[in-house]
Structures are given as C-alpha cells and as structure tokens.
C-alpha cells in the first residue's frame, strides 16, 4: 500500500539493549520500528533515506530509549498504520489497548474485534505489525499463559514482558535467570 504524499518513508537506526531496531516513519508518524537481527517479515530499506533528524524518529528512538530504562511505559507518537489491510489495522488498533504489564490471548483479542472465529488470522496480522514494542504485539500470549511466536525472536518477547513486569523475572525455582549483565536486569538472557 502506498502512502498517496509520500510514497518512501525515511529511517534511522537506533541501539536498545536487544539490539539495533530500524524507525521509519511518513508525514503521517512513524509506520515502522524492527529489530535489523532476527526478525521475520523485514521490508526492503533500500531506497528509503536516511534521515536521524526526523522529529518523529527523533521522538521514537528517545521513546524507546526511555522505555528500555524503566523510565516510560506510555508512547506518545503520532502512527501511520496503513500500510496495512483494513483488517490488519483493526488488530494494530485492538493491539494498542493492551496496557503496560498486561497481556492478552489470541482468541481475547479475536473477540474484541468482532471476529472470534478469526483466531489463525489475528495471529497473522499480529505477526505483521510493523511497529514492534510501541504496537505491543509481544502482550500476546497463548490461552494457557504459553509465549506463543514473536516475529522478534521469542527471547525478545519474554524480555519485554520481563521489563513490562507481565512476567517474573525467576526461573521455576524461583531462582533468578543468569546472565542479567550489563543490559540490566531480565533483558536479553
């Protein structure tokens, strides 16, 4: 899908403990934020300018920044979500009322837009948001509390309910998890 005034979105790299993320955003707000590693479904970079003084990338990546550090668990920045189908914008939108900390199921949020029966294709369009952490497609959990797929990578995912304290940081034992080095506590193991 094209965006009618701007049809290339410009982009910036920026670090976060799980490693470096691609920010891409339009005139309408930021339509993207990746990990660049180990994740499914990356779009074609090349061609889009690089352009780190972008105010909205600016704004993301000090976001994001804020988020990784304990500092923020809210994003205030303007989405351009419609480089997808009406349907898959409907979960981006569904996704978006998740609140920090919590977590929902599959079939929860297939009920919340209507579609109960829609299951395998609320997965698919969550597996396509194209705005990782902000669009928090990681609060998506399976019926019985299992960490089902993440395009990111599912140490990625529990690393973000970790931060988000939707999870416990201890192992079933209740010892805690090794290797909690410089990243800070309960990031990428």
Not at 56 to 77: I, N, P, T, W
Not at 131 to 148: F, Y
Request: net charge positive; charged share 10%; glycine share 14%.
């Amino acid at each position: 899908m094209t965006h009618p005034h701007h049809a290339t979105p410009v982009c910036a790299t920026t670090p976060s403990p799980l490693g470096p993320m691609m920010l891409a955003a339009t005139e309408r707000g930021l339509c993207g934020l990746w990990f660049t590693e180990g994740q499914k479904y990356l779009p074609m970079f090349s061609g889009w300018t690089q352009e780190p003084g972008h105010p909205v990338l600016r704004a993301a990546a000090l976001q994001v920044e804020q988020y990784f550090a304990g500092q923020r668990s809210a994003f205030e920045l303007p989405l351009d979500l419609q480089g997808g189908t009406a349907f898959q914008q409907s979960v981006w939108q569904a996704l978006l009322a998740i609140p920090t900390g919590g977590t929902t199921s599959y079939g929860a949020l297939s009920r919340q837009i209507g579609k109960p029966q829609a299951m395998r294709a609320v997965g698919a369009a969550i597996g396509r948001n194209p705005v990782s952490i902000i669009v928090p497609c990681h609060r998506v959990i399976g019926a019985d509390g299992s960490l089902t797929g993440y395009a990111g990578g599912m140490a990625r995912k529990t690393a973000l309910l970790r931060l988000e304290g939707a999870m416990p940081a201890a192992g079933p034992a209740g010892v805690l998890l090794a290797g909690t080095g410089s990243a800070g506590p309960g990031l990428l193991q």
